[in-house]
């Protein structure tokens, strides 16, 4: 259930007071130019100084300020507020504060990998405590939209591909940000974002079209957003796209209709950055005054950085255009969210300096940050056992990544203590004896161009090596926003280093550097061993380190859908079955493109571990199901190799026959287990009918009787189904 906002009798003395100036004031959001302020990430420029920031917070103009960092600042910001502004109410303090603030954690694509949410929620606590002691009430996260196409870059900052995996780290993101009391001074605000279907920009360009199927709208983007409203999330920020020719931050549909109506979300929705504005470049408002009115019209509350609810919304009250009871509703609801947080009570909550200079770093968070990198990774491929290593080998550390530190935080991490950052050459040497005195580390080419001599150098520490460890992958720019590829494939410079490394016949493992599936090609394709690394954060290299040596056994699984070739973008495994499947010996008149199958190379689901576990049939208790009953599926698992395995036991599910056409395979559920070598368990999921429900034929919600196939597997294409039925309700 949705969280509400009590009612606060400060708030409704406090409205009636208030001017309309004041009121607009609450409703716009700035960059926070007082404080240190992270990197300028944002399309347009802040133009305000610190002075004027301030003068704005005096004269009540401003109700939220962002991205500005540290507690002793902040207390001078909410004293001008508190003790100088007219009427005293205290700003809140946000921030983009994603996948971690001082300690920086995998990029929640990553994190989505460790098929954990728990894990992301701890992740998500740290954070919190971290970001509320350097003075920041609420964050911008998590993104929680869903990425099918693998050009788009902002894939990274979310958990893939599929809608039950999505929902499952919304909630946890949110409740790991927000904690059991919102009122506590490590409480961090979450926003659902970017609302929405976002991820569903044409031909993965960001900030591009999106058009739409109301099936999909409702199956795939909008789920998550609901979970982390159900979660308690009390802010939803509306995305830049259009949908369907409606832009998302002046769509009423969506945003009051679903959001408010449908879902009865009680908390604040926040445009992205200047959202408002770019109705106009949209084509869809004519000028700033038409532009705040579509969106405030709509259920935008907040507008940021534009000014223009600062600028128009006095006026169009005034005019009639816009009720008053409209505009005290957004104001009330933005005053009883700082109620709620608590800052009538105590404004300077969070703003404590000794609570900054002991929160911000600790040891526990540094440890957990380890271990969340480590079970992030993902093994494609293991030929011959090559990992883990042995440390007695001789290895030849070679690639871009060997010893940057300029690609370990992955995209938008705008605080992260780089002074802590382990490179994979620290994290190797700390791993083995002597500090790695046999360790051979050679860069090879730089990220984008070649190196001179730099793949002489590169074959020859190959040659002398027992296995090569090739650090290669995407420059962390590549992903985030504004990050779309055409190709999502290594940089040339790169690949032909792989090519010249493996020609040596040395083995090698790759361990890749990405922010989002990549077309594997030649050589590093070819490897014999290959991890998945993501961006991993301020423990990269001993998290590396750790799984390389066999300290901790490979246990994620891919979030996303590694296709052959970039052309098959957009390219996800739930996909609607087609009429022309593509069967083992009949390939022609087939759905299936020239050079490829309509598969992925590795698919979602898919990673190893050290261990060799074997599934048993999936069985289903009783075939018959009545509609109000439950589907109860079970297999065995066992691990029949010599080292004990976290397996990633999923559930999918098909319907066969529906009123409209479904995907091959739907991710149901899932369970992470434990399995020493030799061991077996039982694996038992249950699936009631609102599980197997979606948008019918009709535009109602809801499933539909008949047959259903389902498999226990290890990957989104492995294993044999069950079948059961779900019968039709009685009477
Ligand atoms: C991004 C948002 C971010 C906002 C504020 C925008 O450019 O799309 O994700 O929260 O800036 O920094």
Redesign the pocket.
């Known amino acids: 259930m949705p969280t509400t906002l009590p009612a606060d009798p400060r708030v409704e003395s406090l409205i009636p007071r208030m001017t309309l100036e004041e009121k607009a004031g609450q409703l716009g959001v700035f960059a926070d130019m007082v404080r240190p302020f992270a990197p300028d990430?944002?399309?347009e420029t802040n133009v305000r100084n610190a002075t004027e920031v301030l003068e704005q917070v005096r004269a009540g103009r401003v109700g939220t300020l962002?991205?500005g960092v540290g507690a002793e600042a902040g207390r001078e910001i909410q004293r001008v507020a508190v003790e100088e502004s007219r009427l005293g109410i205290p700003v809140l303090l946000a921030a983009?504060v994603i996948h971690g603030m001082r300690t920086v954690f995998p990029i929640p694509l990553g994190e989505a990998a460790s098929f954990e949410p728990d894990l992301a929620e701890r992740t998500a606590r740290a954070t919190a405590i971290e970001a509320t002691a350097a003075g920041i009430h609420w964050t911008?996260a998590p993104?929680v939209d869903i990425a099918r196409d693998q050009r788009w870059g902002r894939g990274a900052e979310g958990a893939g591909e599929d809608v039950y995996l999505g929902c499952r780290f919304a909630a946890a993101r949110v409740r790991g940000f927000q904690g059991p009391d919102l009122r506590a001074h490590d409480s961090l605000l979450a926003t659902a974002?970017?609302f929405v279907a976002y991820g569903a920009v044409s031909a993965g360009l960001d900030y591009n079209f999106v058009e739409i199927a109301e099936g999909t709208l409702r199956d795939v983007h909008l789920p998550p957003f609901k979970a982390a409203v159900d979660a308690g999330a009390l802010a939803v920020?509306t995305a830049?796209n259009d949908i369907n020719g409606i832009p998302a931050s002046a769509n009423h549909a969506l945003l009051t209709g679903v959001l408010r109506g449908e879902w009865a979300f009680a908390g604040v929705v926040v445009s992205?950055?200047t959202a408002d504005m770019e109705l106009i470049a949209h084509g869809y408002a004519a000028d700033e005054r038409h532009a705040t009115e579509l969106a405030f019209s709509a259920g935008m509350d907040l507008s940021?950085q534009s000014g223009f609810y600062a600028a128009h919304l006095p006026a169009l009250v005034e005019s009639g255009r816009i009720p008053m009871e409209k505009l005290d509703a957004a104001v009330r609801r933005v005053l009883s969210l700082k109620a709620a947080i608590g800052l009538f009570d105590d404004p300077y909550r969070s703003l404590d300096p000794a609570r900054e200079a002991d929160a911000s770093w600790r040891e526990a968070h540094e440890a957990l940050a380890r271990d969340a990198a480590r079970r992030s990774m993902v093994l494609l491929k293991n030929e011959g056992g090559l990992l883990p290593l042995r440390r007695d080998a001789r290895i030849a550390l070679i690639g871009p990544f060997a010893r940057d530190l300029d690609n370990i935080e992955g995209c938008w991490t705008l605080f992260g203590d780089r002074s802590r950052y382990v490179s994979l050459e620290a994290g190797l040497r700390a791993a083995l004896p002597d500090g790695g005195a046999r360790l051979r580390v050679v860069d090879g080419c730089g990220l984008e161009a070649p190196l001179q001599g730099g793949i002489e150098a590169a074959v020859a520490a190959a040659r002398e090596a027992d296995v090569v460890v090739l650090a290669v992958g995407e420059p962390q720019r590549y992903s985030g926003?504004a990050q779309s590829r055409t190709q999502i494939v290594l940089p040339p410079a790169q690949q032909a280093l792989a090519e010249a490394v493996a020609a040596t016949g040395t083995p090698v493992v790759v361990l890749l550097r990405n922010g989002r599936a990549l077309a594997l090609q030649g050589a590093v394709r070819d490897a014999q061993a290959i991890l998945v690394t993501w961006f991993l954060g301020s423990q990269t290299g001993h998290a590396v380190a750790d799984v390389l040596f066999g300290d901790y056994g490979p246990s994620g699984r891919l979030p996303v859908s590694f296709p052959h070739d970039s052309g098959q973008q957009p390219y996800f495994y739930n996909h609607p079955r087609t009429g022309r499947p593509e069967l083992p010996d009949m390939k022609e008149f087939k759905a299936r493109w020239r050079e490829h199958p309509h598969q992925a190379l590795y698919p979602f689901g898919h990673g190893l571990t050290y261990g060799q576990v074997e599934y048993g049939p999936t069985t289903v208790e009783s075939p018959a199901v009545a509609w109000d009953g439950e589907a109860v599926l079970r297999a065995t698992v066992r691990n029949s190799g010599t080292r004990g395995v976290e397996e990633v036991v999923q559930l999918y599910v098909h319907d066969r026959v529906a009123s409209r056409v479904r995907p091959v395979r739907e991710l149901k559920g899932f369970a992470k287990l434990a399995l020493q070598p030799g061991e077996a368990r039982e694996v038992e999921f249950r699936l009631s009918r609102a599980d197997l429900a979606f948008t019918r034929a009709d535009g109602t919600q809801g499933a539909e009787p008949g047959w259903f196939d389902a498999w226990i597997a290890p990957s989104a294409v492995a294993g044999e189904p069950a079948a059961f039925e779900l019968l039709p309700p009685q009477g």
């Open positions: 990430v944002n399309p962002f991205n983009d911008y993104a974002k970017h920020m830049f992205d950055y940021m926003e």
